[in-house]
Structure formats: C-alpha cells, structure tokens
C-alpha cells in the first residue's frame, strides 16, 4: 500500500467503477485520459485477474433478457424492457443499466435504510444533531460539540448493521467544521 500513490488510486477507482458503468474502452480512455489500445489493456487485465466479476457481469445480462428486469440485493426491481431492442444503442444502454443496477442499487437501498436507522437513531438520542445531506455512500450530520462522541458512534453501529451481507459494511468517520474540513484529503 505504501508503494501506491494518488494516481494508481485514481486509475483503480476509474476502472473499478467503470467497468461495473458498462464503460468501453473508448469512455475509460476518454476518463483516464489515455490512448484505447492502454484502456484496452486495463480492461483486459482487469477481467484477467477478476473473472468472476465478468462472470456476474454477463450472467446478469443474460438474466435480464431472459426476464426483461434486475434486482438488488434487497429485491427491489428494475424494469428493463428495452434489452431485448433491435435497436443497437437502445439495447447496448440496458445492458449498462442491467450491469450496473445490481450493485449501484444495491448501494442506494442500503444506504437509504442507512438514514432511515441514523434518524431513528437520532430520535433517541434526543439531542440536536441532524441529517443535513446525502451523497453516494456519505450521509453529513450537523452535530452540536457535546454530542459527537455519542451521535458518532450510534452512527457506526446503525450504518455498520443496516444490511448483512459476506463482506461486513465498513463505516469510516470524519469530522469537520464544513463538508470539506471533514474530507480527508
């Protein structure tokens, strides 16, 4: 870890999230800035060393043309009647959303259920802190002094056990004055 700088990081978060995006070799060249034939090889090596994950990726497709929908992990469903279209752009775009819906909306559902056990959380704790804002998988909380240590840790605890999965959510904090005081940089 201590060998991988700022632009590795970026690379690996670029290609992780586009590929789940159903980006091309032309869109991750066009993010990355590079030539196709380099994002080509990202890709290549990508799937290389993580063949499950295009494993899941076509297999989920394949599903969704089969059913002409997708699901989340807490089953909720997305329609996707267009990924059986003659149309070649229509089709390619469900495609995306069929790859893209299982994991991207698997994260909003867990991360709605998130604020939902943060605000009843608050609630009991009675204070003043509150939910301000949502972005992605970061919820921001307005909390007076004297009850961070409190609000902080009801937060780990109900963000960590809102959903079980194999992997354990992780729940990593920060505190700041503003939202970017708080962003570690």
């Known amino acids: 870890l201590d060998q991988v700088g700022a632009n590795e990081r970026r690379v690996a978060k670029a290609v992780n999230y586009g590929l789940i995006y159903g980006q091309s070799q032309f869109g991750l060249a066009r993010t990355l800035g590079i030539g196709r034939a380099e994002a080509k090889e990202y890709i290549t090596r990508y799937f290389a060393r993580f063949s499950t994950v ?5 297999e989920t497709i394949q599903r969704a043309r089969r059913t002409g929908y997708v699901v989340t992990l807490l089953g909720r469903r997305r329609p996707l009647p ?3 279209s003659r149309n070649f752009q229509r089709r390619k775009l469900a495609e995306r959303m069929a790859q893209n819906t299982p994991m991207q909306g698997s994260a909003a559902d867990i991360i709605k259920l998130a604020m939902i056990e943060v605000a009843a959380g608050l609630r009991e704790l009675g204070g003043r802190a509150r939910q301000l804002l949502q972005v992605h998988d970061e919820l921001m909380l307005e909390v007076p002094a004297g009850e961070l240590e409190a609000v902080e840790a009801m937060v780990v605890e109900r963000m960590a ?3 079980e999965l194999e992997v354990p959510l992780e729940v990593d904090t920060a505190t700041g004055v503003t939202w970017f005081d708080a962003q570690k940089h």
């Open 82 to 84: 267009e990924i059986t």
């Open 161 to 163: 056990g809102v959903a």
């Open 54 to 58: 295009q494993k899941f990726m076509e």
